[in-house]
């Protein structure tokens, strides 16, 4: 009996032990994950103490960096050479944001299955195929091969490193303990996976397939009215009207291909391809003349999906040779929008196509060799291994390489099996880094022009600002030389006249510098206007931001930072303005009940102002899109393959000058219905999905509750991680371009001058440790559109109200 | 005084030896010092839980629970002080079993 109960208690003992300490499904080990010693517990933080002294002994640091915090968490580096500085930035980056950069490099490189197990397979599969790995592994031989990236990415490397092997397991970020992992050393291939990651949020992807859908469906002259190459209605292109094109354009490639020879109806893709509009961003310079400080001044706000811990990570950065402050991307060493003694800078997305489709035809199942220019071509393999979480064996794929990039296999019901190529900016060798380096450093104009020449992609559009008193505005990036529309349709993959055919030359990219009316700015539109020489697109983001932009600026006299940053925060509704009268005009005709009236009424009312305590928004946001569905849908909707839309341009266009256009009728009825008749019933239904969703007309229908932003953790699943909800206005088209998901995810003014002047905000805060007091310590602010005056030191003894703790960091 | 042992000794170890120490160390000293089944299983549940409650109080309270409370709502928890109850209660019935099979294990040599 003794050693029955013996036994029992033992057993019992163990296997309790054992129960706690391994996971079960998505329950991480509860005995190391509770225990306060080594669990979760341990992951509060505090604030930086004032007048605190930390010394830190690491290894391979050349020399001794310190580091100032300041209130709000930023750290100010002050290194005496590049490595050092690096390093330290990299070290601090890692003790604030080490599972973000984890995270990230794994879904750009395809090993998200390692710890997330067989969910995230279908995402590796895509990463792989699209050659994140292979754009990363071609870029780091060019990056390693010379001395300043090598420098930069082998300090950064080791600052990361430091932080990370001084880290027990009960020092993990909450992330690490929750999904049972630990974290690995970090390698300078890591920051190519990053900048892959931003060109491929940025250009990697487009509608080549649906706009081929269309065009096998209702041919050329469809095409040709509905998807203009510049918009139709209304434009205000980022390069003004105007600007002389100072240079001799390479010949263009010839135009073998008025008619396109093929395409496909593909439904592999059960969703449009498009970007999501709310990808993109904002920046301006306004001139000497039209500021009150008798110096520029220059905003930037770029718009991304907002997650958290925050896209972003603010640092000042100083050593002998720079002393730049802004914010830097996790994962990437150097500042990449910001400003230093003497210049600032900002970007926007270009959208350039960069990402062009090829039909393949192989030989045979081997994919051994592809038919090219009569002949058969030998294709290259690369083998791709996916370890999953849980399985004993990897999964493997041979990833198939042509000339023009990876090949993908898609299976139709239609057409069989289809093999398609992708050629992308992202997999083209070169050392973007270079530019934000050179940009960080830089003295006057020609250095800027100097780091741009350097930049590969994904294109963006550099605005720019000096003590010199100049500004520019640059369309950059290394573009293609294609013929006109080239990759607006799916390409021959066999025909050499489809290829790329060099590159339009960097000082050839569209620029203007100092223009007469006082300003540059950017928001996504049109880069030029169609005297151009070049191809770069045939669509770009909706005009009306940059329509908004350009008015408010053309406007402003005597303005400093606090006008620009009225202005980031502007919430007019171009789109309402340019075609709500006619719509509103249009219902006048018909009678209504007392529901539809009095959203009628709050209409006829609205300043067009997307305020967060207004309904009207919240109507005419869901109307223009029921409206526009009820146009569309009924030719554009397929179920059998995919169909590009025509744009927002052209249906107002429709609306306004073509109101007896045929595309107006629904196809799927008997009847015969005008733009009126669908006008009213969109109206209505706008209005009962309203109804619907949020009761009868209400404070609930307040435009900040219909639209109801979300900031979300990067896990997307831990919801208790994720932002309060936030009242905020803005929107689609919107110069204050906050969506649902998307938004201004840095917002930041700089007045240049003898001292130059900085502020800026995110929604979230320094740290990405949700137990941390800087993980949400700057929202409130984003949330009200203020901006904090940035810390911006010139040495590290310098006296400051505002900073706190000291950090030395010491050779060991 | 066994209290007292366990309670200081897993303190010790806890600060740098795995957490499952906290299933060893009760269970050592109820085979080092026996004296009632119900001594050796109350002795550890206390010393075990009362170590792990006040540690967690400390850190929950000193960072305001700003990570208890989310991982509190995570397991559907209302409130951090709620997940700490939890914890004490895991880290008392390992604590407590541990010191049990002490008591028995040495039961069977005597």
């Not at chain 1, 390093?87 to 604030?96: E, I, N, R, S, V």
């Not at chain 1, 750009?108 to 599969?125: F, H, V, Y």
């Not at chain 1, 900048?195 to 095409?223: C, F, H, P, W």
């Amino acid at each position: 009996m003794k050693f029955f109960k013996a036994v029992l208690t033992v057993i019992l003992t163990i296997g309790l032990v054992y129960a706690l300490n391994r996971p079960w499904g998505p329950v991480p080990a509860l005995g190391p994950f509770l225990s306060p010693f080594t669990g979760f517990w341990q992951n509060g933080e505090k604030i930086y103490e004032p007048n605190e002294e930390i010394v830190l002994k690491l290894d391979s640091l050349r020399e001794e960096v310190i580091i100032r915090f300041d209130d709000i968490g930023v750290p100010h580096i002050f290194a005496k050479n590049d490595f050092d500085l690096f390093y330290a930035q990299g070290y601090l980056t890692a003790k604030d944001r080490l599972w973000q950069m984890d995270i990230q490099t794994r879904a750009a490189s395809g090993r998200l299955s390692e710890i997330l197990g067989p969910a995230t397979l279908e995402m590796d599969k895509n990463s792989r195929r699209l050659g994140m790995a292979y754009g990363a592994e071609v870029n780091i031989k060019i990056a390693l091969s010379d001395p300043k990236s090598r420098e930069a990415l082998l300090g950064y490397s080791a600052g990361v490193n430091a932080f990370i092997s001084q880290l027990s397991p009960k020092d993990y970020p909450v992330e690490y303990k929750l999904l049972g992992y630990k974290p690995e050393l970090w390698k300078p291939i890591n920051t190519m996976y990053m900048l892959e990651q931003m060109t491929l949020t940025l250009a990697g992807r487009s509608n080549d397939l649906n706009m081929s859908n269309v065009l096998k469906k209702y041919g050329n002259e469809v095409i040709k009215d509905l998807f203009p190459d510049y918009p139709m209605l209304q434009e205000s292109p980022i390069i003004p009207v105007g600007t002389a094109w100072d240079f001799k354009p390479l010949p263009i490639p010839d135009d073998k291909h008025s008619e396109s020879k093929d395409s496909v109806l593909l439904n592999e893709f059960s969703k449009p391809e498009m970007k999501p509009e709310g990808i993109g961003s904002n920046n301006w310079a306004i001139s000497a003349e039209k500021s009150i400080t008798g110096y520029p001044i220059l905003a930037n706000d770029p718009h991304l999906e907002l997650t958290l811990p925050s896209i972003w990570y603010q640092v000042q950065l100083h050593s002998p040779d720079v002393n730049v402050y802004g914010v830097s991307l996790p994962g990437i060493p150097s500042v990449i929008i910001g400003f230093n003694q003497n210049v600032a800078w900002g970007v926007t997305n270009v959208d350039a196509d960069v990402y062009d489709r090829y039909k393949i035809t192989f030989k045979d199942t081997s994919q051994s060799s592809y038919w090219y220019d009569n002949q058969w071509k030998p294709a290259r393999k690369r083998e791709e291994l996916i370890y999953i979480k849980g399985k004993a064996e990897p999964y493997r794929e041979q990833v198939t390489y042509t000339h023009h990039g990876p090949v993908t296999k898609y299976n139709d019901e239609l057409t069989g099996s289809v093999y398609l190529a992708t050629k992308w900016i992202g997999h083209e060798p070169g050392n973007s880094f270079l530019t934000f380096y050179e940009l960080n450093k830089a003295k006057d104009y020609d250095d800027y022009r100097n780091a741009l020449a350097k930049y590969v992609g994904p294109a963006q559009n550099f605005v720019f600002a000096d003590n010199g008193k100049n500004i520019a505005m640059t369309v950059n990036g290394k573009l293609p030389l294609k013929r006109k529309d080239q990759g607006k349709f799916l390409l021959d993959g066999s025909s050499p006249d489809d290829d790329w055919k060099g590159w339009i030359p960097a000082d050839q990219n569209p620029f203007v510098k100092n223009p007469t009316r006082g300003f540059v700015s950017s928001a996504n539109q049109s880069s030029t206007d169609p005297s151009y020489p070049y191809y770069i697109n045939w669509i770009f983001a909706p005009a009306e931001r940059g329509i908004r932009i350009n008015e408010r600026l053309e406007k402003m006299n005597s303005a400093n930072a606090d006008s620009l940053r009225i202005l980031q925060n502007d919430n007019y509704n171009v789109l309402a303005r340019t075609i709500l009268p006619k719509l509103l005009s249009i219902l006048e005709t018909t009678p209504l009940n007392s529901t539809y009236k009095a959203a009628q009424q709050v209409l006829t009312e609205w300043n067009y102002q997307n305020s967060p305590e207004k309904i009207a928004p919240s109507i005419f946001e869901e109307w223009l899109p029921a409206l526009r569905n009820a146009v569309w849908n009924d030719e554009f909707d397929s179920s059998e393959a995919p169909l590009a839309f025509p744009s927002r341009d052209r249906l107002l266009y429709m609306i306004l000058k073509q109101p007896d256009a045929k595309w107006f009728d629904n196809v799927k009825t008997p009847k015969k219905e005008t733009l009126a008749d669908i006008t009213i019933s969109s109206f209505k239904a706008a209005v009962d999905t309203l109804n619907a969703r949020h009761g009868a007309m209400s404070p609930s229908w307040q435009w900040s509750e219909v639209k109801d932003t979300e900031i979300r953790h990067l896990s997307r699943s831990l919801k208790p991680f994720n932002a309060p909800h936030l009242k905020l206005g803005g929107g689609t088209g919107i110069v204050n371009a906050i969506t649902k998901r998307n938004g201004p995810s840095w917002r930041m003014v700089v007045e240049l001058g003898p001292t130059p002047k900085a502020y800026g905000i995110f929604p979230g805060g320094q740290s990405g440790n949700p137990g941390s007091p800087y993980y949400l310590n700057l929202l409130e602010k984003w949330e009200k559109g203020e901006l904090n005056e940035l810390v911006y030191l010139s040495s590290p003894d310098q006296q400051n109200k505002r900073l706190t703790s000291r950090v030395i960091l010491k050779k060991k | 005084m066994n209290f007292l042992i366990i309670f200081i000794v897993t303190a010790i170890l806890q600060l740098f030896a795995p957490w499952w120490t906290v299933a060893l160390i009760p269970f050592l000293i109820m085979l080092w010092r026996p004296l009632t089944p119900l001594h050796a299983f109350v002795t550890g549940f206390l010393a075990i839980a009362l170590l792990w409650f006040f540690y967690g109080l400390y850190l929950h309270t000193s960072t305001t629970g700003a990570m208890s409370n989310r991982i509190a709502e995570i397991f559907s928890l209302p409130n951090g002080i709620l997940l700490l109850v939890v914890t004490t209660i895991v880290g008392g019935i390992i604590g407590g079993l541990s010191g049990l099979s002490g008591y028995f294990l040495r039961k069977t040599v005597q």
